[in-house]
């Protein structure tokens, strides 16, 4: 459960952003000039040709910190003893997040892209 707990607040945590809301970003690339995405992304992390084409990659990492939360405690009195047993609670814990974006160019145009990660989410 605490699992699905975690999973819940990360996406809690990204707002209304969405895959889709990326990929609308991404798709707005397409056609621009490489100088123009340079001037907007910054200077890529990566950059390389194959086949004629050149590829420059975009990436970015972040850990997002969920605080634990405290048990109940209850407790129970048997005969002239008393039981205290703790329930629930959970510890923190910190997420990797990441996202590479990949753009294709032809010549200096942007003719396509890939991503990849668990945080390639933009507002739509």
Do not use: H
Request: glycine letters at 10%.
């Amino acid at each position: 459960m605490f699992r699905y707990l975690a999973i819940f607040a990360v996406f809690a945590l990204s707002g209304c952003a969405t895959t889709a809301g990326y990929e609308k970003v991404l798709n707005s690339w397409v056609g621009a000039q490489e100088i123009d995405l340079v001037r907007s992304w910054g200077p890529p992390v990566q950059a390389y040709e194959a086949g004629g084409r050149k590829f420059t990659v975009y990436s970015a990492k972040r850990n997002v910190y969920l605080p634990g939360t405290s048990p109940t405690y209850q407790t129970n009195v048997i005969g002239n003893t008393a039981y205290t047993t703790a329930v629930g609670g959970s510890p923190a814990m910190n997420i990797g997040m990441s996202c590479m974006t990949t753009f294709e160019l032809e010549g200096s145009r942007v003719v396509s892209w890939t991503y990849k990660g668990n945080d390639c989410k933009a507002k739509k």
